[in-house]
Nanobody, 120 residues
Framework: QVQLVESGGGLVQAGGSLRLSCAAS????????MAWYRQAPGKQRELVATITGGGRTNYADSVKGRFTIAKDNAKNTIALQMNSLKPEDTAVYYC??????????????WGQGTQVIVSS
């Protein structure tokens, strides 16, 4: 019933910016936490940024100061503002959501991913 859909990926020159969005649809009571992960070819998926339902944020050291995660509780969406992009940021970016979908019912969902390519 719950689905996450990412958008905003694309090709950008090093030093440029992109804004990724993730929309959660379905029967959602509340957001416990949402996050962005990324996975480069041949590498493990890594956590990029998280945001709790209360708005607390955390970032990987590699993106701190360059990326900003934000959420809109009313719309059940999150965004990742990516500035000063580097070629090493190239990856498929995945939205992750830890959601309360009922009383005593909590579940984690993943989006399908959106490709980000940063050229030198």
């Amino acid at each position: 019933q719950v689905q996450l859909v990412e958008s905003g990926g694309g090709l950008v020159q090093a030093g440029g910016s992109l804004r990724l969005s993730c929309a959660a649809s379905g029967l959602i009571f509340s957001i416990n936490a949402m996050a962005w992960y990324r996975q480069a070819p041949g590498k493990q998926r890594e956590l990029v940024a998280t945001i709790t339902g209360g708005g607390r944020t955390n970032y990987a050291d590699s993106v701190k100061g360059r990326f900003t995660i934000a959420k809109d509780n009313a719309k059940n969406t999150i965004a990742l503002q990516m500035n000063s992009l580097k070629p090493e940021d190239t990856a498929v970016y995945y939205c992750n959501a830890d959601l309360q979908i009922g009383l005593g019912s909590r579940r984690v969902y993943w989006g399908q991913g959106t490709q980000v390519i940063v050229s030198s």
